[in-house]
């Protein structure tokens, strides 16, 4: 009896058994060993509970055998346990669920793999007391460890320690070691040594330069001190040290010095600029000083200096003097504007040849007081802002003058207005046949507006000074240059034969629109500049490009138009005829009226058709409408000839070219209508106005691959008319 004991449960035929078979057994355990070492694709999917068991199955490929098992799924920490209790392996788990899972084979030891991880872990079968085992625990490599992400220690380093990386919670990551010179040596990719700490100190040499984002000692530095940096509470951050000439020495990055302290000295000298939010001397300043800042109670801020030309110069960004005190005087000189109480905004800016008066919300003003102990003024105000359209600029007269008042009455006496704005003049006066410009009024009329120039004698223009509309000089005509929009225009009088474009009105024909064109007299478009009505020059036609309604509907036109034949109008042909007219009943609705068409050999039906007089005696084209009593899915394929037949033409006469139109399957539901795509250009001989003419319709077995009758139901036929009616 075969027996599944094995450490990969492989089949283990007894004696005698599997007979014919034991090879294909065989190839089966061969298998299952290769797949022992193989890499899970699909993986494990653990189950949703706190509890999941893998078991491996007997004989029969498992993702449980692979030696790389991917463990899916999830959805909380789960206990994993590899069955049978009794199986030997060794495995390498990828967890790929979001939780920690833990293994387990008996009541032995468990191994946990972290949710990401990846543990190779081993089982010893030992049955209920089976243990789960990390192989990676206490790992030793001969030669590098190469890591491509991290190494996370999670125990504490040891005294002895030659050289171990650690870690503990209170400590974080810990680096250790025992070397004769150092206790551990950082070195950088060339083998250079960038860090010690020597043999049983708590000192750290640094070999080069010393980069963090603070730096905080914690204690104080001493008199010897050669260069230290040190703290107390009490002085906060100390910079101290000893050399020849100074004591510090502050550099900028090229090496150059910033501020040093004298050897021995309490004073700093800075080589530079000082920027500062505040420098608060504290200090007098004294009369031998070439350039100072100092400060009294009773003074305040004192500026001091002593040059040839100037005692103190206040200068600008841009190293232009803005106010002097020249040397030994108390003068002061302003080269640019003196703003007063808020200057450029809100104040008085005084400048060379320039007042401005600006102020902080209301109208800026001048008062001029009179000369009786100030009594009275007169004030000059700025308008209001609402009153503005831009800056304005008044020039007093250059003469001896009093200035006219808005509100003031006064005569204005010899004055010439150049272009001026009136608001609601008065005009009381007719105009005369000789003026060059003028405007009048009379009672009749109303206002007046004439002139006279050599080509209009009226110009209206606009803001832009461009022409609006003109009265050519000495005529009654109105020329106007753009669009002319008006609530109604009424014409009242007669277009002429040679006018070009013109609007006109008659009492017999209304309104009446002419023009001359090269292709059409008149030309109707709409808003998209498209034309819509045309009246070819010299012609009574009418083209109009789109549709036309007529009360309501579209008006027929020539073009692309259809007739139904439905099969009850056709006959079979006596040779090669298809089956008699059928009427088929069916288990719902509409009764069949239907001629069938062999699947074995070509048959025909014919039908005749009078065109309208509108016909153009062009080819057609069809369409049919056919179905299948039956489930094949096979194509039909349907042709269409045709011959008119003239007064006092002999019928006998042949048909002219098949056109077969391309085949189409049918749906497989018994049935069902189908609709053949419309057919290529069928000619039809001898075609004309005024004949009768025969079709033949024919089902073209060669093309087509159903294998049950074809039901004929009726064609579609289009056919093209060039004329609206029959007239």
Known sequence: MATYVNDLRLKEIGTGESSGTWGSETNTNLELIAEAFSYSSTGEAIANASTHTITMADGTSDEARSFYLKCTGGGQACTVTLAPNTLSKVWLIENTTSYTL????????????????????????????????????????????????????????????????????????????????????????????????????????????????????????????????????????????????????IKNDADADVLTIATGGTSV???????????????????????????????????TGQGSTNDVTIKNDADTAVLQIPTGTTNATIAGTLGVAGGSTNGVEISQGDIALKNGGTQSTIKFYCESSNAHYAQLQAPAHSAFDGNKTLTLPAVTD???????????????????????????????????????????????????????????????????????????????????????LNADGDTAAGDAAAIGYTAAEGIIITGQGSTNDVTIKNDADADVIEIPTGTTNVTIAGTLDVGGAKAKVAGKETIYVPAASMYPNTTAGCADLEQVELSNGPELKCLDFDASSDENAQFTVCFPKSWNEGTVTFQAFWTVTGTNTGTVAWGLSGGSMADDASINTAFGTNVVATAKAFSGTSNDMTVSAESGAVTIANAAVDTMTYFQIMRDVSADSQSGDARLLGIKLFFTTDAANDA
């Open 269 to 303: 000298d800075i080589v530079g600029d000082v920027t500062a939010s505040t420098v608060n001397a504290d200090g007098d300043t004294a009369s031998g000083d070439n350039a100072a800042m100092g400060y009294t109670a009773a003074e305040g801020l004192i500026l």
């Open 102 to 249: 833990a293994f387990s084979q008996g009541s032995g030891a468990n191994i946990s793999v972290a949710a990401g991880q990846v543990k190779m872990i081993a089982t010893d079968g030992a049955g209920s007391g089976a243990a789960v085992y990390d192989l990676f625990t206490d790992l030793s490599v001969a030669g590098d460890l190469l890591v491509a992400n991290t190494i996370q220690p999670a125990g504490d380093t040891a005294s002895g320690d030659t050289a171990a990386i650690g870690y503990a919670s209170a400590d974080g990551i810990i680096v250790t070691g025992q070397g004769s010179t150092s206790d551990v040596t950082l070195k950088n990719d060339a083998d250079g040594t960038v860090l010690t700490i020597p043999t049983g100190t708590t000192n750290i040499d640094i070999v080069g330069v010393a980069t963090a984002a603070t730096f905080e000692p914690d204690g104080d530095t001493a008199a010897g001190d050669n260069a230290a940096i040190g703290y107390t509470s009490a002085e906060g951050l100390i910079l101290t040290g000893q050399g020849s000439t100074n004591d510090v020495t």
């Open 402 to 488: 009093t200035l006219a008042g808005v509100a003031a009455t006064q005569t204005l006496t010899n004055k010439t207005l150049t272009t001026p704005v009136l608001n609601s003049p008065d005009i009381t006066g007719d105009t005369a046949a000789g003026d060059a410009a003028a405007l009048g009024y009379t009672s009749a009329e109303g206002i007046i507006v004439t002139g006279q120039g050599s080509t209009s004698d009226v110009t209206l223009k606009n803001d832009a000074d461009g022409t609006v509309l003109t009265i050519p000089t000495g005529t009654t005509n109105v020329d106007v240059v753009g669009d002319f929009t008006a609530g109604t």
